[in-house]
């Protein structure tokens, strides 16, 4: 299954916990937390583009798996990372946080982002 398409966030649980553990200010845990994120995944063989439109904010990443990028982190720190893909899985860790996205069915995808034990999941469905 390619994950390659557009996502619309669904659900998220833990949102506002998660947040505060990776010291994100409040005020802007208030404005993101109703603010439904776009997610557009261009993947090319090995090679991904993720593009995360959350209201006003652009966040883009470019890696290739196996291989060593420079990701940014929802705070906006860029941290040299390697992406891994186990089936319809890739894992990634950044700065203690363990990061799985699923390809759970082909309109479905559930990132898992855990630090220490605070446990961050957003579902999100193909447009």
């Known amino acids: 299954m390619s994950f390659s398409g557009k996502f619309q966030l669904e659900t998220q649980e833990n949102f506002e916990p998660f947040m505060k553990a990776i010291g994100l200010p409040d005020d802007l845990i208030q404005k993101g937390k109703d603010i439904k994120s776009m997610s557009e995944i261009e993947e090319t063989g090995d090679n991904f583009k993720v593009t995360v439109t959350t209201g006003s904010k652009v966040l883009v990443n470019n890696f290739t798996i196996g291989k060593e990028a420079e990701l940014e982190t929802i705070t ?6 390697v992406v891994h893909r186990e089936g319809n899985k890739l894992k990634v860790s950044l700065k203690g946080i363990e990061s799985i996205t699923e390809l759970v069915d082909g309109n479905t995808i559930v990132n898992t982002m855990t630090l220490g034990g605070i446990v961050y999941k957003r579902t999100s469905k193909r447009m």
């Open 76 to 81: 906006g720190e860029k941290v040299k990372a």
